[in-house]
């Protein structure tokens, strides 16, 4: 049977780069004659985004309203579940992510050894041309830190948005999903549930244009790594590990 | 409490609860959220017109002055009432989210449809 398999891609303002993202999810379908649908989740975008969408017929929700990451991300999920797709993948639209690597990506899904994996810029140090400054490096060493003592579990990119889910995490996360920082406190649920996690090496580019949702204000690390680890300590308070 | 003191307290308090219950008039304060100022109000005007007795009551919680009593006990409310707000916004915050992830993918669907009516129209014609 053919699974369904479906590209979640969260845009806010990303005019310069949505169009090119996904021209190459397509033209790489084309190529390889795989079927990958996607669907762009417009967060309330105040540029072209939502034009270019429309003029490209590109399938696309508009949120009427910005929700953040966490929330346009969840639409997708939602999305997911009501059109019964069996693997969904987050992408992002900013052209970081290598649609070749999808394939990587979803093989312990379709073979049954993962619920969920995760695409990791570290896991294999020479793989990846791109993996970030030295202080966002320290930070995702200590998030790495935080999680290992939270779920007893090992995560070399924390705050990778390129992760591919089976249908139990679907649902999962169609039902709950954190809206600030949710890569790692999503790991932290999806893990302390006793769902099966894996990584995955990939390689990431460096973002084209538009901005960093983390790094656009000095004064935006500190608070993303303090909002990070409390919703870390908080959600494996919420969810106890199952043994 | 000097009488002079009395009477402008309970006449500020009177003039403050008619401003909320205006408001309620006006539906910009929903009842169920204004209980608690209206109880609290209430609250203060008794303990002011009873004689006596916010002095009697410093005096066995063992504060010097009934100022402070009255300090601490008014900063205490708000706390608690502010703290009250703050999980009554977080709780709306996820409903409007829930609202505009819902309402958008309704939004979606039905352009789809009118999409499929406008060919079938025009294959029609």
Redesign the interface.
């Known amino acids: 049977m053919k699974q369904k398999i479906l590209l979640i891609i969260p845009a806010y303002n990303e005019e310069e780069n949505i169009l090119k993202t996904c021209q190459n999810i397509m033209d790489y379908n084309k190529r390889n004659k795989t079927n990958y649908n996607m669907i762009v989740i417009n967060d309330g975008s105040k540029d072209h985004t939502k034009q270019i969408l429309e003029d490209n017929q590109i399938p696309?929700?508009?949120?009427?309203?910005n929700?953040g990451i966490g929330?346009a991300v969840?639409?997708g999920y939602?999305?997911a579940l009501?059109n019964n797709y069996d693997i969904a993948i987050q992408y992002d639209g900013d052209g970081q992510h290598d649609v070749s690597y999808v394939k990587e990506l979803i093989q312990p899904i379709l073979d049954g050894q993962a619920d969920l994996t995760i695409g990791s810029r570290f896991l294999e140090k020479e793989k990846s041309s791109f993996q970030s400054t030295f202080t966002r490096r320290i930070g995702i060493h200590f998030i790495s830190f935080l999680i290992k003592i939270c779920t007893g579990k090992k995560i070399t990119d924390t705050t990778s948005g390129f992760r591919a889910a089976n249908t139990n995490i679907i649902e999962e996360f169609a039902k709950e999903y954190p809206?600030d920082s949710p890569e790692p406190s999503s790991f932290v649920e999806i893990a302390n549930k006793g769902f099966n996690i894996k990584e995955v090496a990939v390689s990431m580019n460096e973002r084209e244009g538009g901005t960093s949702s983390i790094t656009n204000h000095f004064w935006k690390p500190i608070y993303y790594m303090i909002n990070v680890s409390l919703s870390i300590i908080i959600t494996s308070l919420k969810v106890r590990r199952k043994s | 409490m000097e009488i002079r003191l009395k009477i402008i307290l309970i006449l500020s308090i009177l003039f403050f609860m008619l401003v909320i219950v205006h408001f309620i008039k006006k539906d910009d304060i929903s009842i169920k959220y204004s209980l608690i100022w209206l109880i609290s109000f209430l609250i203060l005007i008794i303990s002011i017109m009873i004689p006596n007795f916010l002095e009697l009551l410093s005096h066995i919680l063992g504060f010097e002055l009934v100022s402070n009593m009255v300090f601490l006990i008014a900063i205490f409310i708000l706390i608690i009432v502010s703290f009250i707000f703050t999980i009554i916004v977080s709780r709306q915050a996820q409903k409007i989210r829930l609202l505009i992830q819902e309402v958008s993918m309704l939004k979606r669907k039905i352009e789809l449809l009118d999409a499929k009516e406008n060919t079938k129209g025009k294959k029609q014609k």
Do not use: C, D, P
């Open positions: 696309h929700i508009n949120l009427i309203h929700l929330g969840q639409t939602k999305y009501e809206s």
